[in-house]
């Protein structure tokens, strides 16, 4: 596979060419950002973590019927992933109230809810990626009522997998952001799930102590993201207490090293 010219730079990833149109390689940055972009640093490592547990959870998903673009990981930082045209939606699921909706509806932090909740964000950085109802999806065509439906059914499903994956291992799964886009089948459209599920776009709570294992470590200055990573990944089964990550050594990445741009 010949990687190709770059195709889009995003805040956390970078899309290349490859040799087969319909085929791209996603590049998993360490750079962080919080805010739409107004705190930003560089934590070595965390693009390797991200790329390798967002594989795992990208073919768990994969192998209980949710077709995702994943293709195989290439290496520490790339994935080999299908070319989708991305719906401009974020779709949030939240099980548990933390983060903006606390700040925008006044609920306490932390509070259970009593069923997960789907939220739509326009994808917008101009805009700040505003909320948006499933009204404006139909009005303004990012997506037909027939998609939509289907993408809620999926999501509902991956959090019901995920849930129940994490909690195995110790954690709970407070809320998460997933997108998705479309791919040609046989001159038919389908949906598939894309970008990653990682510690990035997730909010993940230890079960016991409630320990922040996400990246609200770096939204909230918390210190420690790389073995808060390194924990989860560890605890999925994905690297060992031996592992090395190869090239990187996860010892010298536990001292998180911290470049502020
Ligand atoms: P929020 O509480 O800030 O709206 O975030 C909800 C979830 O979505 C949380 O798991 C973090 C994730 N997320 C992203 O992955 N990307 C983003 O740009 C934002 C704002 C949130
Ligand atoms: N990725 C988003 C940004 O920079 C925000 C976030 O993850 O909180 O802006």
Sequence with gaps: MIKGKKLYE???????ATSDKNLVIQYFKDDATAFNNQKRSVIEGKGVLNNRISEHILSNLSQIGIKNHLVKRLNMREQLIKLVEIIPI??????VATGSIIKRLGIEDGTVLKKPLIEFYFKNDQLGDPLVAEDH??????ATKKELDKI???ILRINDFMVGMFRGVGIKLIDFK??????KVDDKYEIILADEISPDTCRLW???????LDKDRFRKDLGDLIPAYTEVAKRLG????QTNLSAVNVT??????KKVR
């Design 10 to 16: 995003g805040k956390a990833k970078i899309i290349y």
């Design 90 to 95: 974020e779709f949030v699921l939240r099980n």
């Design 137 to 142: 999806i139909l009005a303004f065509e990012w």
């Design 152 to 154: 809620k059914k999926t």
């Design 178 to 183: 997933l997108e998705f886009g479309r791919v």
């Design 206 to 212: 230890d079960s016991v102590s409630d320990k922040k």
């Design 238 to 241: 994905i690297l060992h207490e």
């Design 252 to 257: 010298k990445l536990s001292s998180v090293k």
